[in-house]
């Protein structure tokens, strides 16, 4: 699954400024540049709720995968800071200009800081307190998005993560991805269709691939069948299940469904 990594993007040395012109945010007063990168075409997942244990990992339990150009910088300020003055600092600048909130959660709300930092981020520096953490999601009409994670490490200081991804795919805002996981957790994918909206329905595209016994497009079948079998009859009711096979494969992922509002 694909995460922000930093190993797969090259390292920029620069200063804070220049770096924040980028993103079009100011670091927080003192704010320290740790590393910052870069890196065009890069298949990035965008975290719309919390992090919950998935099989044997972690993962958020609705993303949105895009293909984009990426950046990001991790800033650390010192200890005396307070943890809601550095939130609020970014959080109205990341709101400005029309932006609206996909998701934002903090301290227990969020999840495990261990599995965000570790398992999602992929940066041990941004290990801290579960308590003492803030995530925030952002898009704006230009589908850029930023993605903010704070929290205070042991040692007192506080980290920031600000990354932001450009979607260089096609711009039909009707076929957004609002969901997408894999087609395997039925656990997950029911309480995503349970939550849904009264009157909302949602098309479901599924993704597989060829096996020695199966083509991809009956492997995909075999998908859906055991899906709707999970979620049961009352929820089938609000899904549409399309096989795409392994057309999907690169910009979707294999064995993962991805749900897409359907119109009211």
Avoid at 87 to 113: A, I, N, P, T
């Amino acid at each position: 699954m694909v995460r922000f990594r930093g190993i797969f993007c090259s390292l920029l040395l620069g200063s804070s400024a220049s770096f924040a012109a980028l993103l079009d945010v100011e670091p927080y007063r003192d704010a320290q540049l740790v590393k910052s990168y870069s890196k065009s075409e890069e298949l990035v997942e965008i975290p719309l709720s919390k992090i919950r244990r998935a099989g044997s990992g972690w993962e958020p339990e609705s993303v949105i995968r895009l293909q984009g150009k990426y950046f990001s910088s991790l800033y650390k300020v010192n200890r005396n800071a307070l943890l809601p003055d550095v939130y609020e600092h970014y959080r109205s600048q990341m709101l400005s200009s029309g932006r609206s909130v996909l998701f934002e959660c903090e301290s227990r709300s969020c999840g495990s800081s261990n599995a965000w930092a570790n398992n999602f981020f992929q940066d041990y520096l941004l290990y801290g307190s579960d308590s003492s953490q803030y995530l925030l999601v952002v898009q704006d009409q230009q589908d850029i998005y930023q993605v903010l994670y704070i929290n205070r490490r042991g040692a007192g200081d506080v980290m920031i993560r600000l990354d932001e991804v450009k979607s260089t795919e096609g711009q039909d805002t009707s076929i957004n991805i609002v969901a997408q996981m894999d087609v395997n957790d039925i656990p997950r994918i029911r309480r995503f269709i349970s939550s849904l909206p009264a009157g909302q329905n949602v098309v479901g595209f599924v993704t597989s691939e060829k096996s020695n016994l199966f083509t991809s497009i009956e492997a995909g079948d075999r998908l859906i069948s055991q899906v709707s079998a999970g979620i049961g009859e009352r929820l089938q009711s609000r899904v549409r299940f399309i096989n795409l096979a392994d057309l999907g494969r690169e910009a979707l992922g294999v064995n993962r469904i991805s749900f897409v509002y359907v119109r009211r």
